[in-house]
């Protein structure tokens, strides 16, 4: 997050096909066997695959042993599969699934406060923008897409962070460092493991200077399946406008689970 008081403008565009004759089965279940294992919290037998992928199980195993070839899938003991970490396509998969799921409710959010409105999807070991609303106003906070967002110091990192299983957490930070942007950041680690304890409690993140001098921002997160966020939103505005703070923790908040659900359904 950045002040600045030019902004470009981005467009974001979506392409959807139908399934025509030219559409191959095989490669459709291969693709629905890859999101069971991405949406699953725990490996899956290939009893469980072949039931929930309504196939044979000789076709189920065979799709596998081909995806654990290419390196897709891991076949782990007791003959259990999960998906390989970081395989690109299902990450681009799911941040377009939640990209789109938000397109709505940023609107809404930016319409309300004419502030920007930023989307962030987490990756194997690290957390990026997918989608910004920028602000109307002269001098506003800015984001680009693609950039990598602090898992420390930015409300939107310090969301997707604290929804994190221990190792995953451990990983993410490491991945950045606890780099200090400001005076306020947070880099002592007990000091941090306290402020990602609050922000499960309290259900949002807010960044008070801690990414750049004159910047406050309030996210929550954005869950798929489970309790690990998959994503978060977020508010962001000049320190002089951060005023009526219920409301915007308020709105983010129904924001988030307004998208959650959508992905949840």
């Keep these: 997050m950045a002040m600045k008081d030019?902004?470009?403008?981005?467009?974001?565009?979506?392409a959807a096909g139908k399934p025509d004759r030219y559409f191959s089965r095989t490669i459709g279940n291969a693709l629905r066997i890859l999101e069971l294992l991405q949406q699953s919290r725990t490996p899956?037998?290939?009893?469980?695959?072949?039931?929930?992928?309504?196939?044979?199980?000789?076709?189920?195993?065979?799709?596998?042993?081909?995806?654990?070839?290419?390196?897709?899938?891991?076949?782990l003991d007791g003959e259990r599969f999960s998906i390989l970490p970081g395989t690109g396509f299902l990450l681009n998969q799911m941040v377009n699934k939640v990209v789109e799921a938000s397109q709505t409710w940023m609107k809404h959010l930016s319409q309300e406060f004419r502030e920007t409105i930023s989307l962030a999807c987490l990756h194997d070991n690290h957390i990026e923008v997918?989608?910004?609303?920028d602000s109307p106003q002269r001098v506003a906070m800015g984001n680009v897409i693609g950039d990598l967002i602090p898992p420390h110091a930015s409300s939107l990192g310090k969301c997707i962070t604290a929804y994190q299983p221990d190792v995953r957490r451990e990983r993410?930070?490491?991945?950045?460092?606890?780099?200090?942007?400001?005076?306020?950041?947070?880099?002592?680690?007990?000091?941090?493991?306290?402020?990602?304890?609050?922000?499960?409690?309290?259900?949002?993140a807010m960044d008070l200077e801690e990414s750049a001098l004159g910047g406050c921002c309030v996210s929550a997160p954005i869950f798929a399946k489970g309790s690990e966020a998959v994503a978060?939103?977020?508010?962001?505005?000049?320190?002089?406008?951060?005023?009526?703070?219920?409301?915007?923790?308020?709105?983010?908040?129904?924001?988030?689970?307004?998208?959650?659900?959508e992905l949840r359904s």
């Excluded at 929930?52 to 189920?60: C, E, G, N, R």
């Excluded at 997918?130 to 609303?133: D, E, G, K, L, T």
């Excluded at 009526?244 to 307004?258: G, H, P, S, T």
């Design 44 to 75: 899956l037998s290939l009893a469980e695959i072949s039931r929930q992928a309504t196939l044979p199980k000789s076709s189920a195993f065979r799709i596998l042993r081909t995806l654990e070839i290419a390196t897709y899938v891991q076949r």
């Design 232 to 261: 978060a939103i977020s508010i962001s505005m000049p320190k002089m406008r951060f005023t009526n703070q219920e409301r915007l923790i308020a709105a983010v908040n129904d924001a988030a689970k307004a998208i959650s659900g």
């Design 130 to 133: 997918a989608a910004v609303i």
């Design 6 to 14: 030019e902004r470009p403008a981005s467009n974001i565009s979506h």
């Design 172 to 204: 993410l930070l490491r991945s950045f460092s606890l780099a200090r942007f400001t005076p306020s950041t947070i880099v002592e680690e007990v000091a941090l493991s306290k402020e990602l304890d609050l922000v499960r409690m309290q259900g949002y």
